[in-house]
């Protein structure tokens, strides 16, 4: 089993449909990343979460560390954020330092 | 500062020859991460630096990989004898301490 499950693994749209992408991991750790990955390979981190929720424009994140679940929620979603989206969760156990841990992503696509 | 840069965005090579990648992370950071990402799957840790010091490293690098950061700037990986199976996006990030991940575009290996 792995440590960070995503789900769904592919999800597809409607302009404007409202979006959650689920993530659970199943070790202790000191944060989660929520990072885009669009095709060509290049990764952009949108969040770091440690506690509670943050937002950036379109985009909601929260975590809750007792459950070991985040989620991600894009409103009013777009074309322009069909990409794939992973979570990643940096573990506190043993000598690691700060490698993440990835799920296998979110592949999304916003249909117009 | 253009973010972390890597070098070639793409490499072709025969099964057998040596191939080198090589990260330049951003400046102020002192960690620097190599990832390995196949098709449909999440990135996987490779190893580490905390400055010149490789400070950790996963199982799946093996024999055939080196990772160097000389100067704590840069950083180069090398494969060796490379095998139809190291066919993968080779991710590079950087960070200060375990806060300001940022990824860079990532070198996309073919070994034919």
């Known amino acids: 089993k792995n440590e960070v499950e995503q789900s769904p693994q592919n999800l597809t749209a409607q302009e404007g449909e409202f979006i959650t992408i689920n993530c659970s991991y199943s070790?202790?750790?000191?944060?989660l990343h929520w990072l885009q990955q669009h095709p060509g390979g290049g990764i952009v981190s949108l969040f770091m979460?440690?506690?509670g929720k943050k937002k950036h424009g379109r985009l909601i994140a929260t975590i809750n560390i007792q459950e070991k679940h985040s989620s991600l929620h894009i409103t009013a979603s777009h074309p322009r954020d069909s990409a794939v989206y992973i979570c990643a969760v940096m573990p506190n156990y043993g000598g690691s330092q700060g490698n993440l841990i990835f799920g296998k992503g979110t592949k999304l696509s916003v249909k117009p | 500062d253009t973010g972390v840069s890597q070098d070639p965005r793409h490499k072709i090579t025969k099964r057998g020859q040596n191939v080198t990648f090589r990260c330049d992370p951003i400046s102020e950071h002192n960690r620097l991460y190599w990832y390995r990402q196949t098709l449909g799957q999440g990135p996987e840790f490779l190893t580490y630096f905390q400055n010149e010091a490789q400070l950790e490293k996963s199982r799946l690098l093996s024999d055939r990989f080196s990772a160097e950061r000389p100067k704590g700037s840069f950083s180069t990986l090398e494969i060796q004898r490379t095998e139809q199976g190291d066919s993968a996006m080779y991710l590079c990030?950087?960070?200060?301490?375990?806060?300001?991940?940022?990824f860079g575009s990532g070198t996309r290996l073919t070994v034919v």
């Open positions: 070790v202790g750790i000191s944060a």
């Open positions: 990030a950087s960070s200060f301490n375990r806060n300001g991940y940022t």
């Open positions: 979460l440690s506690s």
